[in-house]
């Protein structure tokens, strides 16, 4: 089961809302929970038993955090709550990655020990329930929320079963009492959530899916293209990978907005960025600001980081040492984020290729400021932010390169061909004329609905301020979109959600 | 003791250009970003003799001078 899969849209979520408006309210609660767990459980069978077992062992830390009075046992308690949730998650995920990289070291260095690569699985939903468990407890450890008596509180906020497959990353504050509170169905809740879902689905189904065919074609024989087209594909693979992610959460923040439970957004135009930097609070954000509250900051408080600041200040100046700590900061970060994404090279080189780049925009804002500054360059004109954004675009894009390709070394070649001889063709990729038509207008559609939000021109009660006849046009024309052009049948494959396998 | 105009010296340290009193949006706007911050930390824990821990890294605490104010007397008086 998936979120865009007829039996997740046609069978589990419409016997769930009936099944949650009939049952008592005080049944609802658990209700809510069986059907995380069943969802859960469709996917990973009996692995349900590690997201079952993190919830009592995060219950039970939080629990301790609130007991301890010293500061230090405390942090003890913080320590290894943090320690066995990330253990769990780096062993099932990572064990394999560092056990082949470390046995090839051992073998270059002409040692003849090897270590066995283990057969391990990997629950569904491990690294965003991880994270969310995380969150919980240094809440509770920074007393920014109390520890959470009701077991059954805490199993529902790690086991929303919207949230289950990819997110959004929420923190205990944001989406716990909404989620238990278990309001009762409203049809104004209904109806925007299924316009959600619907609006996900086009997005997914329409646009993603389609270029699935033309992405997989080139970065799986990369050999056999050069020039454009590798540039092209790269392309393809940042608009498919966000109209599959968004689209995904798009279907995820609808179906929880049925049950009356508004969840964080994910995505906030991240292709009107003007540098990596602003393309990162708005792409995947709650996964950024994961990062950013805890790791980031506390990193930044962190003795060695305020050792620096002081050193560095006396014996360095001011430029230095702020380029010295954000260093410090930003580092772990994106190591951080790379590994999240999976125990590849690639994930871990495109986590160091956006340290990279931002490390970047530190150093050289004083002589950017100072070019500004020197030219009379008016920063709001439109001719500069387009420079800006279509930089930002050629950063994204390359980045995503690496990110998709076939391993790092793949991504490098693919990266030196890009500038190469040309070679290969648009019209032998899988996808017909037709299909780059309902692909470039599906992309204006949804750059159209993006540009409008920007500008502060729409928002979610806009649509249900419409009159009717325009209203249920725009509901019939996405559903008819998502019927006639949607990518299934002969020649399309169903396409695998592609953040579900992080 | 250190008072409010050392936080304004601080603040001028980091940029003189920018009027610190009248700015009630100092993160929301991004005239005082992640970077900044860090380097602002060690400075109001030396100037005022706090601890600022990772749970105070809030934009409420850092919006506008008189934010950063409450948190420096808040964290005063644990000590």
Redesign the interface.
């Known amino acids: 089961m998936a979120y865009h899969k007829p039996t997740y849209l046609f069978l589990f979520l419409p016997i769930l809302l009936l099944i949650y408006q009939i049952a008592p309210r005080k049944f609802r609660r658990g209700v809510l929970l069986g059907a995380g767990y069943l969802f859960f459980w469709s996917i990973s069978g009996k692995l349900v038993l590690y997201l079952i077992g993190t919830t009592i062992f995060t219950h039970y830390i939080g629990i301790c955090l609130e007991l301890q009075e010293s500061r230090k046992k405390k942090r003890l308690v913080l320590a290894g709550g943090v320690l066995l949730l990330l253990g769990v998650l780096g062993y099932l995920k990572y064990y394999n990655f560092f056990a082949e990289n470390i046995s090839r070291m051992l073998e270059a260095a002409g040692s003849g020990m090897i270590i066995p690569a283990r057969h391990l699985l990997l629950p569904i939903g491990i690294s965003f329930y991880t994270l969310q468990a995380i969150s919980y407890i240094a809440d509770v450890y920074?007393?920014?929320i109390p520890a959470e008596k009701n077991l059954m509180k805490l199993a529902l906020f790690l086991g929303f079963f919207p949230q289950i497959m990819e997110g959004p990353i929420s923190t205990y504050g944001q989406t716990a009492e909404a989620i238990f509170r278990c309001d009762p169905l409203r049809l104004e809740n209904l109806s925007s959530g299924a316009v959600r879902i619907l609006w996900g689905l086009f997005k997914k189904i329409v646009i993603a899916d389609r270029l699935y065919t033309l992405v997989q074609a080139v970065f799986d024989n990369h050999e056999n293209f050069g020039g454009v087209i590798v540039f092209i594909a790269a392309t393809a693979y940042t608009a498919q990978l966000y109209m599959e992610f968004s689209g995904c959460i798009d279907i995820v923040i609808g179906s929880a907005r049925m049950f009356g439970v508004k969840l964080p957004e994910n995505f906030r135009q991240p292709f009107a960025s003007r540098n990596a930097a602003e393309f990162w609070r708005r792409w995947h954000i709650t996964l950024g600001e994961w990062f950013?509250?805890y790791v980031?900051?506390?990193v930044?408080?962190s003795g060695p980081?305020?050792k620096w600041?002081?050193y560095g200040?006396k014996k360095f100046g001011?430029y230095i040492?702020?380029a010295g700590?954000?260093a410090m900061?930003l580092f772990p970060v994106w190591l951080g984020n790379g590994l999240w994404h999976g125990a590849r090279w690639s994930y871990i080189f495109f986590g160091m290729y956006y340290f990279a780049v931002l490390m970047a925009g530190?150093m050289a804002e004083p002589v950017r400021n100072k070019i500004i500054k020197t030219l009379h360059i008016n920063e709001d004109a439109s001719w500069f932010k387009a420079l800006q954004i279509g930089k930002t675009w050629i950063i994204i894009i390359i980045g995503e390169m690496f990110f998709r390709a076939n391993g790092l070394r793949a991504g490098i070649q693919m990266f030196q061909s890009m500038f190469g001889r040309p070679s290969g063709n648009l019209m032998t990729l899988g996808l017909d004329t037709a299909d780059y038509v309902v692909i470039l207008y599906g992309c204006a559609v949804v750059g159209l609905v993006g540009i409008l939000r920007e500008r502060n021109l729409l928002d979610g009660h806009m649509l249900r301020n419409l009159k009717l006849p325009v209203r249920w046009a725009i509901y019939y024309g996405l559903i008819l979109a998502v019927l006639i052009f949607g990518a299934y049948g002969v020649g399309y494959q169903q396409v695998d959600l592609i953040y579900a396998g992080f | 003791m250190n008072t409010k105009d050392t936080l304004l010296d601080i603040l001028n340290d980091i940029d003189d250009s920018i009027d610190w009193k009248e700015q009630k949006g100092l993160v929301d706007e991004r005239i005082l970003d992640s970077f900044c911050v860090i380097t602002l930390i060690s400075d109001l824990e030396d100037a005022y003799g706090v601890e600022i821990e990772a749970a105070e890294m809030i934009p409420e605490n850092f919006n506008s001078v008189d934010a950063i104010w409450d948190m420096i007397t808040r964290l005063q008086e644990k000590l």
């Open positions: 920074w007393k920014k950013k509250a980031f900051f506390p930044s408080v980081v305020k600041n002081r200040r001011k040492t702020k700590a954000s900061a530190i």
